[in-house]
């Protein structure tokens, strides 16, 4: 199987940014070994004491994707007042009526205020063949435009970067997009981000040693380019994707992304799974607090890194049994959370 160094290009970028390589084999052995120093560096300091809570106040949010059903029964200021009980401080959009009707971009803001909650961010649609579609590629200007009316400091997609297939130049192709909407953004006082599924830590169709997430690392500006890490569907991807196509181990550990680079993710999706390795994705989802991924430890090591109280955690499932019983014991069992305790 080739290496990185048989690709020159693509090795001399990852080592511009700073990213460990794309050859999946020798990427792993760094990346366990770190998140066992990670491990080990949370365990000792969780012997010390209880301190502070490890979602700091004003940085837990929830998107309202998850909230859908309720937004259309009984509409957002009824969710917003529910939201602002259980304890939330910020939500993020996946558009802006979500069935409700006619609702104004001004009905929306002077909703949030009422209520004590901030706009942190908004999923938008990537592109689409119809040139009128509401997404970063037909329509950029209305969408900054949107997302400033509404006071968004992130504004980004939750559509991965396949526009052009699961080639290493097709995500290229895809970066160099990303790179020119993340200047629109920057220009207006925002930042871009994009939000992962599973299948972007996949392996590149024509290159299959090479990880398609270090592509879109390493070939957009992290300047321009935010991250916005699902913590679910990455573990997802950890269990899917943790071997190459030839059947060769290739593992991972999603934190590690995160300590490389803690800038560029400013949003995490905090959603929990039960472990079950007869599932597809290894995982079944549940409410957080209800399964096996350890958000005591991910917590605590971004919080440690430079500017870590800076992050926003944004709570989601994405087919919950009762949306607002999710979204409240979710937001219980985050706020519950100390450095240094148990979780």
Known sequence: MKRAQEHPELAETLRRRRFLGVAAGATAATLVGTATATAAQSDTSAQKGRGGPLVPRGHLGIQLYTLRDQVRSIGFAQVFKELARYGYDQVEFAGY????????????????????????????????????????ATNLTQVLDDAEALGLPHVGTASGPWRYGSTVDGWKRCAEEFNTYGAAAKARGMKFYQHNHAEEFSFATDRPDVRLYDVLLAETDPELVHLEMDIYWAYVAQFRFGKKVDGSPAPFEPLDYVLRAPHRYPLFHVK????????????????????????????????????????????????????LTTARRSARYLRSLRCGGRG
């Open 272 to 323: 929990d799974g039960e472990h079950d390795e007869t599932a597809t994705d290894g995982y079944r989802m549940v409410d957080v607090g209800d399964g096996d991924i350890d958000y005591r430890r991910f917590l605590t090591a971004v919080g440690r890194t430079h500017g870590g109280r800076r992050h926003h955690w944004m709570v989601e499932h994405d087919e919950p049994a009762d949306s």
């Open 97 to 136: 009526t979500q069935g409700t009707g006619d609702i104004t971009l001004k009905q929306l803001t002077r909703l949030m205020r009422d209520h004590g909650l901030r706009g942190i961010g908004s999923h938008v649609g990537y592109y689409s063949d119809d040139p009128k579609a509401y997404s970063f």
